[in-house]
């Protein structure tokens, strides 16, 4: 008998009737033999709904308050589905993370686990029983408080649990039928990948493909955990995210797929005297705002001025923060200006067998030249290549990258029937 | 530095609104320098609507899921309501049951509070914050869940704690000015009650008064802590609830209080054999189907045919459930038939000063007969006389006792102005 943990989001346990179509699946899979763990999330909007009513009262309420009031979300979810098995005839329990043994770190809002202990969740299952688990939220041993993961918390406890109860396969049911090569909104021709690794999912994510989150990938790959991404409203097998141990063979192509992300802005500084350290003194600046940096590009310096321009991209969110902190700094650093440019869109091909093919960066940016499309910045990494565009030219790209690297499909229709989008 | 309890209920934290008045209530209490601990209900309809919620999936959702369902309720309007407090400038902190150490047996829906182990409360107070805790819920050991205390469970945590951590008083806030000498819906004369004793309280209370559960005022008669009843939309004082000490004077008003009751009917079984055992045999019956039994009048049998008549008075809600155990014993007890009657309705008049005064029973009776009203049931404790009247005469019987026990205020308008009812 194997252990499946199955992961529903949000949208999957919207309402009474989603609720009912996810506790039949739940069931089916159970009736077939397996052991089932399930984490779900809040119901459609309540976490937004809740945040709301807090914000209504005060304009930042704190941390430990907040985590206590979100965690409501998952409580209600878990309860009604464990009721609506149990209306099928299944045992189940539901149990929050703290029951279910998740523990991590204080930090409330972004508490990172370090800890699984699921002994009441592994009972459950010897004794036959569905167990249902809390998404999104954990338990501090020294403060003895709840605290919750932040952004895309339900997966991780789902990862995390498979890890801990040594799961088969960990299912991340979706609104979609799995990963794609690109956006199916935007290329129509993109495919469903049948299996990739967990590296190139990483790369993916990172790049702006948003059907798993990073950090999930993360523990998944760190733990060895496989991950199947697959739609909650039919029946197919969707994405198998694996784990190739070192020296197996995997099947790899060349390029995966493609991913483009519109949330990031550049921001440039001007004149930077060209002398050591001062790149350091810069980004030290920017990590004090706690900002994520992507990329980073600096302009070789001309002899002539002997000055530099350094640019790096963001998160739009993160971009105001940032040049209020290097504007403070601006005679220490001694840069002449900042640039920011919120009208960029980030493209990136990730594929693990780059790593052998010579050629991939070429053919790139050839198909992106012939299209027209001006590159502003490049970065690379050893199984992916991005550039910066404008943004308005970046749905263009991911189309004509697509189909230099020949992974549009062959019958369209065919694979675009029934995904449910 | 004494310490106090303010429990809240649901419709006191409806909206945001209505929070921030509470916190700044509960603020002023703490600027005042008591240190303060805080239970609070689920916000307004929120319970109702998760049952709801439940009732949509299953016709009779499992005891433990409801209850991790239930108490999400609080969980949300405790951590509102904290971070409302912090938003002050005061600092406060949130407590599930579970956190609060409210100790129960396993019992989902209906748990009773067996231990109470408030140390994490008291820890915050000691560190100078508030402690919000949610009500009507808590955590049984044996079994590891959560449990909620049924109705009127936020009234008992509130007591329970203030037993616990010794505090000074547990104040109850509602949407009236406190205790009422009869319901000033139909006796426009009435007149709030200033001290009462918890005995007194607790004959009220059974006798249908609302505005305290029996429960927690049990409890509180057990533990000697004193209750103080008012409203949460003013200042004024309410009604206190004392435990005079045995031998301690307490000035008595012969009658405290008259209440009415119209959620009874009653049963009669007709022709019962009248030999011993055989009421033993029919309330052994009727408690084998959890029936709240309250009033019970057995007729003298006749001679000629050696049958009596019993009668009893129960809730509505449960008399199908006794006609249908009744009934199908009838054989082996051997009745002639039942009778049901759920127009009926019950007074009480309540005082602990009936004790040492004849000619309470006399002037009840004489005034509900000088007003027509006929008496079809009668039950006497130490300081409570109630009757079984018709459901449509017992407003007026309620208007003519409490005149006629010169309960009646003098001005009544001075009386109901900004009673916030």
């Known amino acids: 008998m194997s252990l499946i943990v199955q992961k529903f989001g949000g949208s999957s346990v919207a309402d009474a009737e989603s609720i009912k ?23 459609g909007d309540t976490t937004d709904e809740l945040l709301e009513l807090a914000n209504q009262l005060v304009p930042a309420p704190a941390g430990r308050e907040l985590d206590m009031l979100l965690t409501a979300g998952e409580r209600i979810s878990m309860a009604l589905l464990a009721m609506a098995i149990k209306g099928l005839g299944v045992d189940a329990r539901s149990y929050t993370g703290s029951q279910a043994g998740i523990i991590t770190d204080p930090q409330h809002g972004a508490a990172r686990i370090t800890e699984v202990t699921p002994g009441r969740v592994r009972e459950a299952l010897d004794q036959g029983a ?22 895309g918390g339900s997966d991780t406890t789902a990862v995390a649990l498979a890890a801990a109860l040594g799961a088969e396969v960990c299912e991340i049911y979706t609104d979609v039928d799995g990963v794609y090569s690109a956006d199916p909104r935007v290329v129509p021709s993109a495919r469903k ?19 798993l989150y990073i950090r999930a ?49 550049k921001i440039t500084v001007v004149g ?70 919120d009208q960029i869109g980030k493209l990136a091909v990730v594929g693990a067998g780059m790593r052998t093919n010579a050629g991939v960066s070429a053919k790139l940016f050839t198909a992106l030249f012939e299209a027209g499309i001006n590159i502003e910045m490049i970065s690379t990494s050893e199984i992916r290549i991005s550039v910066v565009t404008r943004a308005d030219t970046v749905n263009e790209a991911m189309r004509v990258v697509h189909s230099a690297f020949g992974l549009d499909v062959d019958e369209v229709a065919v694979v675009h029937a029934g995904t449910g989008r």
Chains 1, 2 share one sequence.
Request: aromatic letters at 4%; charged letters at 20%; a negative charge.
């Open 21 to 43: 179509r996810v506790a039949k699946r739940i069931v089916a899979t159970r009736q077939a033999g397996h052991e089932v763990v399930v984490v779900v999330s809040a119901m």
């Open 130 to 151: 569905v167990a249902i688990v809390a998404g999104f939220q954990g338990f501090n041993r020294g403060t003895g408080d709840i605290t919750t993961l932040g952004r």
């Open 193 to 211: 990948i049948d299996v990739i690794t967990s590296e190139e999912m990483l790369e993916l994510a990172s790049a702006g493909a948003k059907v």
């Open 217 to 265: 990938v993360e523990y998944a790959r760190r733990h060895g955990v496989t991950l199947h991404v697959r739609s909650s409203f039919n029946n197919n097998d969707g994405t198998l995210v694996v784990n190739p141990k070192e020296g197996e063979t995997v099947e790899e192509p060349i390029i995966t797929g493609v991913a483009t992300d519109l949330s990031e802005a």
């Open 272 to 341: 930077v005297p060209d002398i050591p350290g001062k790149a350091a003194q810069i980004f030290t600046i920017v990590a004090g705002t706690n900002a994520n940096i992507d990329m980073i590009v600096q302009n070789v310096s001309t002899a002539s001025t002997g000055l530099a321009d350094i640019s790096f991209t963001l998160p739009k969110s993160d971009a105001q923060a940032v040049i209020t902190a290097l504007t403070a700094s601006q005679a220490d650093v001694g840069f002449d200006s900042l640039q920011h440019d």
